[in-house]
């Protein structure tokens, strides 16, 4: 299993990044570059406790589509959101925020596992980790652009 923790600091009020974190819409702004579109389920506006929403974007060339549920969430301080159908082994993304001195710690917590065995291994070390890394970081940028507004 990979793990990819990260740490954003945005100067905004937690609530306005939580909302900003589940929102459908910015997340499709920030994943413009795979062209990532919500195509079931949720597909705009806040995504809530129980809620699904089925992405299709391309990465490495590709087009692939990742089924995600809202799984556990106490307002304004943690959500998780997890695969139930798509192209990882298992997929976990923890959301944690943290309001101090008026600004949010907000923390991904992203755990995942590849299918196919060492070939599945190999392909997370040379390409996926950092490749998801990456989507986080940008996905970040504009959630910190866009709450601090």
């Known amino acids: 299993m990979t793990t990819i923790n990260l740490t954003t600091k945005i100067k905004a009020p937690k609530q306005i990044v ?45 087009y692939i589509t990742h089924k995600s549920r809202i799984t556990a969430m106490n307002f304004y301080d943690y959500f998780v959101d997890e695969m139930e159908r798509g192209k990882f082994k298992s997929f976990r993304h923890e959301h944690f925020f943290e309001e101090v001195n008026g600004a949010t710690i907000m923390r991904d917590k992203l755990q995942y596992e590849t299918p196919f065995g060492i070939i ?21 940028k504009i959630l910190k652009v866009l709450s601090e507004k």
């Not at 919500?38 to 590709?62: C, D, M, P, Q, Y």
């Not at 599945?120 to 970040?140: A, M, Q, S, Y």
């Open 18 to 62: 939580f909302d900003a974190a589940r929102n459908i819409d910015i997340h499709q702004q920030s994943a413009s570059p795979s062209k990532e579109k919500a195509i079931a389920g949720v597909t705009s506006g806040l995504i809530n406790l129980n809620e699904s929403v089925t992405w299709r974007g391309k990465h490495f060339g590709f």
């Open 120 to 140: 599945g291994k190999l392909f997370d070390i040379l390409l996926l980790e950092k490749h998801l890394t990456n989507f986080l970081i940008e996905r970040n």
